[in-house]
């Protein structure tokens, strides 16, 4: 347990070291929103979109500037540290504890992003259900930290993982944003025939959004789909970190070793 | 000095760490997009208690590799390491937290060596003096020098007092007090015990080993030559023979 207190600590203590991460912090959702909100008010007026052009737009672009931003950050944390936590894992820490204080780091990054966000937010629409509205943006950064860590593991550069990242969120903020109203599905085993949209990262947590900003209510289907997402990148977080290490898969389970 | 160590214990001394047929090759992650290099091809090695081992080859030549599988921070293709000290590992890039202070980065380090606070603090403090670098403890890594780092670099192996000590270009950027202190250092620790290994292109003390390990072909050649003579007037007797077989052929 102290390995754990020692290495989250002093993981949360590099973060706050990294004066530009924190400027993109603040900075960056304010700009995003807004630009959003302009660049989607002069849409038409469709009644799919639920609400008006703008606040769609503000909507879209809040989840979005969370989620990449903890992508970014969970992909950069893996991909700097990926050196030092090799030597100090020889040392003798676990790369259990050491992915589980780096997964908590990412838990605080994503309510710091969902705070500023929210904040920002806050102050051009009138959110029907602030706190559910904000815990629904931390849940949509911890499904992008998760995806950057995943990234960062399996693809080792600086470069190459950010331009992943970078394509995976775009598309994905497209999709699941519900300004492109697409219709195209896919049959898949187990779940039968779904809608393409239904599949990207942010759809669950973009209508659970939706849903306590305009209604104020908790779109309860759209929980568990998200649940399963962070439950299922946390799975595969913990495999990549193993397999790509050399510590392998078993090595991350509780109570075994190499 | 201890350098009489090896000779004193000979092959009969204590095992403290042996690879056996290690091999190695890099391939490339996606098939074509690459060359595959080969560069450990059954090498073996042994060290002994107590005994200071000079490893040297070519740039490439697979030193840093066969001593990441040592530490075991590589899987080799083939063969085995076996070994149950406790090992020290100084890499030849630093590998440490940035923007972490150096009080920071012994914190984290005492933690997965297992060892207690006061422990911890006690041989920082007396490794600080040693290598002179007590007064920027709490730097962060990225604010000190190159010389200053890569004297964390070597504290950091030698935290938790280990029985094996595997140095890979430990003295890059040291000033030469530093360096002087390094080997006093290395003295010390010969003295009580450790194995040290010591890996450079360029050993330019031959005196100060006991045994000098060639890498060379994938392979590990020991050096001969008398104990004790000079790396230079070992280079000057080589040269000499080559020129010899040289003038013979032609």
Excluded at chain 1, 140 to 155: F, K, N, R
Aim: hydrophobic content about 45%; overall charge negative; glycine content about 10%.
């Amino acid at each position: 347990m102290r390995k754990f207190f020692i290495g989250t600590r002093l993981r949360v203590v590099e973060l706050t070291r990294q004066p530009l991460t924190l400027g993109m912090l603040i900075l960056l959702p304010p700009a995003v929103i807004e630009m959003y909100g302009i660049a989607v008010a002069s849409f038409p007026q469709l009644p799919s979109l639920g609400a008006d052009p703008a606040t769609v737009g503000r909507i879209t672009g809040t989840l979005f500037s969370v989620a990449f931003l903890a992508g970014l950050i969970g992909l950069f944390q893996v991909i700097s540290a990926r050196n030092g936590d090799e030597r100090v894992a020889i040392a003798g820490f676990s790369r259990r504890i050491m992915l589980t204080s780096r997964l908590i780091t990412m838990v605080v990054v994503s309510l710091a992003g969902a705070v500023v966000a929210f904040l920002v937010f806050n102050f051009r629409v009138t959110v029907a259900n602030p706190l559910m509205a904000f815990w629904i943006l931390t849940l949509a950064g911890l499904v992008y930290g998760l995806l950057g860590v995943i990234i960062g593991t399996l693809i080792p550069q600086p470069l190459e993982g950010s331009i992943v990242l970078v394509f995976m969120a775009d598309l994905d903020n497209a999709l699941s944003s519900g300004l492109f109203p697409l219709t195209a599905s896919i049959s898949l085993p187990v779940m039968g025939e779904i809608a393409v949209t239904d599949l990207v990262p942010l759809y669950h947590p973009h209508e659970l959004f939706v849903s306590a900003v305009l209604q104020g209510e908790l779109a309860a289907e759209h929980l568990l789909p998200v649940l399963g997402w962070i439950g299922g990148l946390l799975l595969v977080a913990f495999l990549a970190y193993g397999q790509s290490t050399g510590e392998g898969w078993i090595g991350m389970v509780p109570g075994w070793s190499k | 000095m201890s350098k009489s160590i090896k000779s004193q214990t000979g092959s009969e001394g204590k095992i403290v760490l042996q690879g056996k047929n290690l091999e190695k090759t890099y391939k490339p992650p996606v098939p074509f997009a690459g060359r595959r290099v080969t560069v450990l091809t059954g090498a073996d090695i042994t060290l002994y208690q107590g005994e200071i081992v000079g490893i040297v080859g070519e740039n490439g030549s697979g030193k840093s590799t066969l001593m990441k599988i040592l530490v075991g921070a590589l899987q080799p293709d083939g063969g085995n390491v076996t070994d149950d000290v406790r090992i020290g590992w100084c890499p030849q890039e630093t590998r440490l937290y940035d923007r972490l202070t150096v009080e920071e980065t012994f914190e984290l380090f005492a933690e997965a060596y297992d060892m207690s606070n006061e422990y911890m603090q006690k041989r920082r403090e007396a490794l600080a003096e040693k290598l002179d670098f007590k007064r920027f403890l709490d730097y962060r890594i990225d604010h000190l020098s190159g010389g200053n780092r890569q004297k964390v670099n070597l504290s950091v192996a030698l935290l938790h007092e280990p029985e094996v000590l595997l140095l890979d270009e430990p003295y890059t950027g040291f000033d030469w007090e530093t360096y002087l202190a390094f080997w006093n250092l290395t003295d010390t620790l010969v003295d009580k015990g450790t194995t040290i290994a010591i890996i450079s292109h360029l050993i330019s003390e031959r005196e100060r080993f006991d045994r000098i390990l060639e890498l060379k072909n994938g392979q590990l050649h020991e050096q001969e030559g008398p104990p004790g003579e000079p790396r230079s007037a070992a280079h000057r007797e080589e040269e000499k023979n080559e020129e010899e077989n040289g003038s013979t052929e032609n």
